[in-house]
């Protein structure tokens, strides 16, 4: 049985943008393989192996989806894919988009009992999995949970080691003859891939997109970025399985015929080396891997060659950083305002710096042919006017069809007329411009009163001696709540609890919006998408509780 993946958009809708242009119309391996004759030999991967031209690349991806086709996999198939960030990846996505299956991609670090949900609740037929990284028995561990998941028919092993027995080798896949290959040429409207958010629901949410969404929607907001018709050359810090990854196979090299730049494992030291050496366009990361760099960039005085944009999403970017950033590497700092849902606004390339104000986070003039978005009423859902604080909905060609199983969250997360809700607040000014002022749920209610942490966070990172931080709320039985800020402190002098109140004092937050616990770090744990991952701050403030944790 195949999940039934269901287009909550107008069709009329969804057909006119392809209509009149603004979605390319054609599958995601019909769009690679038109750049590929475009330019045979254009590099398309540099990894750890070295350099893949666009030729190469193309007949990997032939073999495998032909060695696929003879495991039976075929147009509307689900197939997971957890590997790191290399060539392997790139072939698998664009294997299975060219069979007209449907790829789940997943960042390597979530561990066994996600993948498993993922996997569960998607129908999987297939996964194709690390053989080994970074410790992790990726496929081990999965081809363990098979017996449990009634869909899976094929666990496929990648990477360097010996691949379990039991598993399907990738090497073995990617030596089937391709002479005899045809491509699927599935509905341009159709589910070609599957993104897993790392939201806070209790479990992953995933959200199916379809070739057009990806190529088209996400593709013009990357179009926005590229100041000519020179194909980029994209630095991926994030992972290719994360949701801001999407922006990887399918926009870079499907949509705009670039260079994908990879790393298995962020470092800084291993990211600025990338930089000097490969002299990307773009580098894509959150605003957490750019304070990691700024960081290593003090102990050297080598400059970096200016990309044309370095693109910060995932998490609040505050001016402190992007200042920073915009100095050290040279070019503008775009603030991406977007998430796996299907919202998408960024500030461009016409600042070097993101603007600011005292409201909340800046995003940027939307663009209709990403995601057109409105401010709503929480309740009625009914457009409210210019200025006025709301739910920020989105619309658009980037708009998802539905979430994979999940009809609860369709009825929470998808108007009738297919409008997304975020569960984000902000407002638009009379210029057209949206900001965001924090999260419907993400709020700590200290006796009473509610706190939002983004709010408390932007002005921390704005103090002198403070690199990162992450503000988490902490079960207390007087208040209910108390808010606890994560620290990762810059320079020798760890500031205390006293001094953060005096600076945020002075930055005019009320008083009972301070911190009432700290925890200093010396760096933040990211999760698997590399993120700050609050849920570990959350059990490492728990551990540390009795144990001499420092309390206003």
């Not at 461009?348 to 209709?368: C, E, Y």
Request: charged share 20%; glycine share 10%; hydrophobic share 45%.
């Amino acid at each position: 049985m195949t999940v039934t993946l269901t287009d909550l958009l107008p069709s009329q809708l969804r057909r006119s943008w392809a209509v009149d242009g603004t979605c390319p119309d054609l599958d995601l391996y019909s769009l690679f393989r038109a750049r590929q004759i475009a330019d045979l030999h254009r590099t398309a991967i540099l990894d750890a192996k070295g350099k893949l031209c666009y030729t190469a690349l193309d007949r990997k991806v032939r073999c495998l989806a032909e060695g696929l086709r003879g495991l039976g996999i075929g147009a509307g198939d689900v197939v997971a894919v957890q590997l790191p960030n290399d060539r392997n990846a790139v072939i698998a996505d664009l294997a299975l988009a060219a069979l007209g299956a449907v790829a789940l991609p997943f960042p390597v670090g979530r561990g066994a009992v996600e993948a498993e949900c993922l996997l569960r609740r998607a129908e999987a037929v297939s996964v194709i999995v690390a053989t080994e990284h970074r410790g992790r028995t990726h496929a081990a561990d999965l081809l363990a949970l098979a017996p449990a998941l009634s869909a899976l028919r094929h666990v496929i092993s990648a990477g360097p080691g010996t691949a379990p027995e039991g598993t399907i080798p990738l090497r073995e896949l990617l030596r089937t003859d391709p002479t005899g290959f045809v491509p699927a040429r599935p509905d341009p409207d159709s589910a070609a891939r599957i993104l897993v958010s790392s939201g806070s629901e209790a479990e992953p949410k995933m959200i199916a997109y379809s070739h057009n969404a990806l190529a088209g929607g996400r593709g013009n907001f990357f179009a926005s970025l590229m100041p000519d018709d020179t194909p980029p050359r994209c630095l991926f810090l994030v992972p290719l399985g994360s949701a801001f990854g999407s922006n990887g196979t399918a926009v870079t090299l499907a949509r705009h015929g670039g260079t994908l730049v990879l790393l298995d494992h962020f470092t800084p030291e291993a990211a600025l080396a990338a930089v000097r050496e490969h002299a990307p366009t773009h580098v894509l990361g959150v605003p957490t891997m750019i304070r990691m760099m700024l960081d290593a960039l003090e102990k050297t005085a080598d400059p970096l060659p200016a990309p044309t944009a370095l693109v910060l999403g995932g998490a609040p970017l505050d001016e402190a950083t992007a200042k920073a950033a915009a100095e050290a590497f040279g070019c503008p700092v775009v603030n991406l305002y977007g998430s796996a849902d299907g919202v998408n606004c960024h500030t461009g390339l016409r600042h070097l710096v993101p603007p600011t104000d005292g409201s909340g986070v800046v995003a940027g003039t939307p663009d209709p042919r990403v995601a057109e978005i409105r401010i709503a009423d929480p309740d009625t859902h009914e457009a409210l006017p210019d200025g006025a604080i709301g739910e920020i909905v989105s619309r658009g060609p980037m708009t998802p069809l539905c979430y994979v199983a999940s009809p609860d969250l369709d009825a929470r997360y998808r108007t009738p007329e297919g409008w997304v809700r975020t569960g984000d607040l902000g407002f638009l000014d009379d210029e057209g411009v949206l900001h965001v002022v924090g999260r419907l749920k993400d709020v700590v209610i200290r006796g009473g009163a509610n706190i939002s942490p983004a709010e408390v966070e932007r002005e921390l990172v704005s103090h002198p001696q403070v690199r990162d931080a992450v503000c988490v709320g902490v079960s207390d039985p007087l208040m209910g709540e108390r808010l606890a800020a994560c620290l990762v402190a810059k320079g020798s002098h760890l500031p205390s609890l006293a001094d953060l109140g005096t600076y945020l004092t002075g930055r005019g937050l009320d008083r009972h919006k301070h911190p009432e616990h700290l925890l200093l770090l010396p760096e933040l744990p990211l999760t698997a998408a590399g993120k700050p991952d609050r849920a570990a701050l959350r059990r490492r403030i728990a551990e540390e509780q009795g144990a001499g944790f420092v309390r206003a």
